[in-house]
């Protein structure tokens, strides 16, 4: 089994930071891409960024400038530093992982659990 565990949501003032983590557990032979994407109310669940196993980007228009995804091949785990916040950046923020469990299995998809992002003053 493979389990994605988010933390560093929060309440934060616009203008604030918050700093989002996500690491990957069990069964991993090796992990493709990973990124991070968010869901408002009300709204579909939208790409915030990306991130190759080689190190690769890609950033939604709408984060450019403010946001950083980084990731630690040895801990397996995706980071996305989120500066210069906006109410419009309030949603439940997902850390979604290409993950290859064995060499035998092709890679497959995996979600976190999700962790709320408020951006209010």
């Known amino acids: 089994q493979v389990q994605l565990v988010e933390s560093g949501g929060g309440l934060v003032h616009p203008g604030g930071s918050l700093r989002l983590s996500c690491a990957a557990s069990?069964?991993?032979?090796?992990?493709?891409?990973m990124g991070w994407y968010r869901q408002a109310p009300g709204k579909q669940r939208e790409l915030v960024a990306d991130?190759?196993?080689?190190?690769?980007?890609n950033y939604a228009d709408s984060v450019k400038g403010r946001f950083t995804i980084s990731r630690d091949n040895a801990k397996n785990t995706v980071y996305l530093q989120m500066n210069n916040l906006e109410p419009e950046d309030t949603a439940v923020y997902y850390c979604?992982?290409?993950?290859?469990?064995?060499?035998?299995?092709?890679?497959?998809?995996?979600w976190g659990q999700g962790t709320q992002v408020t951006v209010s003053s």
């Open positions: 069990g069964s991993i032979f090796s992990i493709n891409a």
């Open positions: 979604k992982a290409q993950i290859q469990s064995t060499r035998y299995t092709l890679p497959r998809d995996y």
């Open positions: 991130i190759s196993r080689g190190g690769s980007i």
